[in-house]
């Protein structure tokens, strides 16, 4: 069977709390779990090559055979490590974007094609921003923590409708629905390629 080329392999990040102490006690295996299901649905995993939560859901991904792809905001290893503090292990490839933590937000969630939001503080709520102005396939994961429910406070006052944001508690039920929002994109993209061509 011919494997699918990696350029038209699903891209999935993962946002959430590099200092985890305030997210509970089931981050950790939610995280991994999260990571797990998003390798087995054949998605390459996208972080902001921190630590915490997207640290331990590349972890997840890479038990499980997947791919795991991260963007820092530092300009080369030797900053990432020593400047920023941040790991590189349970990365295969590390994009060193010199742009600090603002600009690798935004490339990060740019670059993917959904973008999946755990436990987290300000940094995730701005990834969760960037993401919902581009319209990405947003899946946001419930848990013993209040990152969700910040969320569903941010759209509530934001007074702007919005269909691609699915929430879930199960982190396989999440990317499966997810999934489908990327696969619909997918179709979309294809229908309108055909139209202007044909």
């Known amino acids: 069977m011919e494997q699918p080329q990696q350029h038209l392999q699903m891209k999935f990040g993962v946002s959430g709390a590099a200092e985890t102490g305030h997210c509970g006690p ?46 820092s905001p530092a300009t080369c290893e030797k ?23 603002p600009g690798r937000d935004l490339i990060f969630t740019r670059s993917v094609d959904a973008m999946f939001f755990g436990c987290g503080r300000i940094g995730t709520i701005h990834e969760f921003t960037i993401a919902f102005e581009d319209q990405k396939p ?17 759209l509530a006052n934001g007074h702007r409708p919005n269909d691609r944001i699915v929430f879930d508690s199960d982190p396989k039920a999440l990317v499966e629905r997810v999934v489908e929002l990327v696969n619909k994109d997918t179709i979309t993209r294809a229908q309108m390629h055909f139209e202007k061509v044909g």
């Open 26 to 71: 089931d981050a950790y295996d939610q995280a991994i779990q999260l990571g797990q299901e998003i390798a087995k649905s054949g998605a390459i995993i996208v972080s902001g090559a921190t630590t915490g939560f997207p640290m331990w859901s590349a972890m997840g991904a890479k038990q499980a055979g997947g791919f795991s792809l991260g963007f």
């Open 79 to 101: 900053e990432h490590i020593e400047g920023y503090n941040l790991p590189i292990e349970h990365m295969d490839v590390i994009v060193y974007t010199g742009f600090g933590y």
């Open 138 to 154: 947003i899946g946001v994961l419930q848990g013993a923590w209040e990152t969700d429910e910040v969320i569903k406070d941010i």
